[in-house]
């Protein structure tokens, strides 16, 4: 896998690779099935349940889903989600699912060889990206045929492989090692190179090649180096003429900011808590582990913990009721752990009598800082401090892309450019029906760098930027 594209590495002289992928999770992989001539059709004898799409579907027959007016189809779409392409193609892949129903796809799959666009995937690990980081056993989030790549679903891999789904949800390592057979299954290896680091893309506008010509498109520079299995590491060099953002935003966890953030017994990854828990040193019987966060890692920290009898104190600088935390988007009936979480965070405070026998939830907590001497001192809602006695830390606040490659770090891409680029509140400013970045013609961006957060939602991104790419193809002079 790793040596898949490797007759691209070039040197920056060759002639310019129409596309350039970075990130190989899934929204690179499948915008690589996308632009290696798979085109998705409406089945003939499909109906759909929602009545306006059904209506405007049968209005071109014949006419792939890449080549209709995406603006046109998705109006009036509405869901879980703000991309009106991303409701678009989640709607024909998956027609009733929010209603619990089983509707199978509308659409069927061509594989049209003469329109494929040559591409490269550049990822650090293996093609599946940072699933291959999280812990295997984990449980995914989102029901398993959700977290499903385009006409190979999650369900019919798993039952192949003679796996199952637990309560409709597939295990991390299930989901890696489906992302990674995907890329093999439709032979799309050969654009994938892993082991790549990006470490600079640089952009500029090339001179007119004569009179008369039209304004030429910007070509990029792409830099980086490959890391090989003997662990030695080659460089490289790039010419591409559209660069696309897939990088997702798990790169660097958000830090607090406080004094003795960086103590040894301070983490910002469940992992440290699962290490910690096979090596015996967090246990039962010793002091709490110290869990700062409001979100679905904190959460899933917390369910860890709970699982193995491990004490914890649960910290959060917002009011329990908030509207705004995560677990009031989620439906009580597909998240029951989740939502015992937060009924935990609501029922249980500090100054209460313990309905939960070790457990401590701390809303509203604004933390001051940590001690050598393994203590966190709070400050509560009335402007007291309180220390508290721990053995580990875990700092689950959420993180942010590195896009340190970028020119300014890719500050100037953002909704607002004077704020830290972030997935949820200030992601970067694309169109909406082509992904492609409002400030940097050829410049696209995926997945949670565009603000689009579960996976089932991040393949109408991949729709658009192939349908954008498809249509400047077709614009190119003989």
Known sequence: MSNGGKSHLGASGSEPLPVVIIGNGPSGICLSYLLSGYNPYVKPDAVHPHPMLQRKLTEAPGISIVDQDLDYLSEGLEGRCQSPVALLFDALLRPDTDFGGNVESVLTWKHQKERAIPHLVLGRNLPGGAWHSIEASMVTLSQGDWMGLPDLQVKDWMCRKR?????????????????????VKKGLSHNFMSGAVVTAVEWGTPERSGPGARDPSP????????????QSQRPFSLCARNVVLATGTSDSPARLGIPGEALPFVHHDLSALEAAT?????SPSSDPVLIIGAGLSAADAVLYARHYNIPVIHAFRRPVDDPGLVFNQLPKMLYPAYHKVHQMMREQCILSPSPYEGYRSLPEHQLLLFKGDRQAVFRDPQGLQKVFGIALVLVLIGSHPDLSFLPGAGADLAVDPNQPLSAKRNPIDVDPFTYQSIHQEGLYAVGPLAGDNFVRFVQGGALAVASSLLRKEARKPP
């Open 278 to 282: 096979r090596a015996g040193t967090m």
């Open 219 to 230: 070509l990029f520079q792409v830099n980086g180096f490959v890391t090989a299995k003997d």
């Open 163 to 183: 796996r199952g789904l637990r309560n409709s949800r597939a295990t991390a390592g299930d989901i890696a090692h489906y992302y990674r057979d995907y890329v």
